[in-house]
């Protein structure tokens, strides 16, 4: 299946991550445009600025319009390949579907990992963000306990892979970058992560991953 008006901005180690791991689940063609976004360096493509205001990865380029935000352009990369089911089987599961995207992206990407990773877009005042990045990563660990409850078993939705599954997969890899112990503390959500490693889009995902990395 190819879909040449297909470009998809990301970054290494971001939350765009997920989209990426979706569209290779799809196995739609697509240009992947790299951005380099650290804590020290923020590197968008050419003339991102119009493309995406919010000056913010991922951004998905559908046949000219610009899709952004994770869960909104996870529905669109379902969207290319209905039969994998990637928003649920039921109507039940989609509902749970989207309960799961909202809550992540709003609590813990934007509530939790945002104070930690960005301290400086909560107070202008450099005193106050120590304790904006202790209380962040309180709230991360609030919301990893949370996972750890729901889970129940190697996907979050019913039996099979979904949106929520590649989501999951960047706040693990995140809350092992600030040294929690995942495996032992949270061992059903590792267990997740652990099983979608090894998928063939999460393992193209970390290819790419590496070699932009290396250049």
């Known amino acids: 299946m190819a879909h040449p008006e297909i470009k998809f901005y990301w970054a290494p180690g971001a939350c765009s991550l997920c989209p990426l791991v979706l569209l290779f689940e799809t196995g739609v063609s697509f240009e992947s445009i790299a951005n380099l976004i650290t804590k020290e360096t923020v590197e968008f493509a050419q003339n991102f600025s119009s493309i995406n205001p919010k000056m913010r990865v991922p951004v998905l380029s559908l046949k000219g319009e610009i899709i952004t935000e994770v869960p909104a352009i996870a529905i669109a990369i379902s969207s290319f390949a209905p039969e994998l089911h990637l928003l649920g089987r039921t109507t039940m599961e989609t509902i749970r579907v989207y ?16 104070g930690l990773l960005r301290p400086e877009r909560m107070s202008d005042e450099k005193a106050a963000l120590p304790g904006i990045e202790r209380k962040s990563m309180g709230n991360v660990q609030n919301c990893f ?7 129940n078993g190697l996907y979050a939705v019913g039996g ?22 995942m495996k032992r503390a949270y061992p059903k959500y590792t267990a997740l992560v652990e099983n979608l490693v090894n ?17």
Do not use: C
Request: proline letters at 2%.
């Open 99 to 114: 309960e799961w995207m909202n809550w992540l992206s709003g609590t813990l990407h934007a509530h939790a990992f945002g």
């Open 160 to 181: 099979a892979f979904t949106v929520v599954d590649s989501y999951l997969f960047v706040f693990h890899r995140w809350g092992e970058g600030h040294g929690l112990d």
């Open 199 to 215: 998928r063939p889009s999460v393992q193209r995902v970390l290819v790419l991953e590496k070699s932009q990395a290396d250049l």
């Open 145 to 151: 306990d949370m996972i750890e409850r729901k889970l």
